[in-house]
């Protein structure tokens, strides 16, 4: 049996999950974490780890979404010369962030539900980067 390196003891589970649902608040998701991870860093070697999971995949979020404000601009830029065309791109812009946001959203309200249940949750492309991190030593998961 491989030791579930992101399960949480049946008291600890709530405030883990507090830790993914506070990623549906843009930035706020940050300082709540960041409190939470140096109230609990000494208690919960495991609620740390959730607590870092989402300040990095809220990381990788606001990356994009500062990518969105890039393009946001450059759409404008190019409404100015040709006004069709920035239209367009300003709303195929906004559409993509909608999308991103929504399948964020969801991957943080699995996350929440999975770790209330006391079930394992890495997040895609950051979690095990994380947890390896977090634990010094490579995740072997079932």
Known sequence: ????PTALRP???????????AGLLPVWCLFINWGLMIYYRESS????????QAIMAHGVFL??????GVVYILAGLAGVV????GELLRRVNNLVIGLVYSGYALIALYG????????EFIYPI????????ALGKPTVLE
């Open 126 to 133: 950051v979690g095990r980067r994380v947890v390896e991190g």
């Open 63 to 68: 990356a994009l979404f500062a990518v969105w």
């Open 1 to 4: 049996m491989i030791e579930n």
């Open 82 to 85: 040709l006004p069709p065309v």
């Open 45 to 52: 070697r495991r609620l740390v780890v959730h607590f870092q």
């Open 11 to 21: 008291e600890e589970r709530a405030i883990g999950a507090v830790a993914h649902l």
């Open 112 to 119: 929440a539900w999975q770790t209330f249940q006391g079930k």
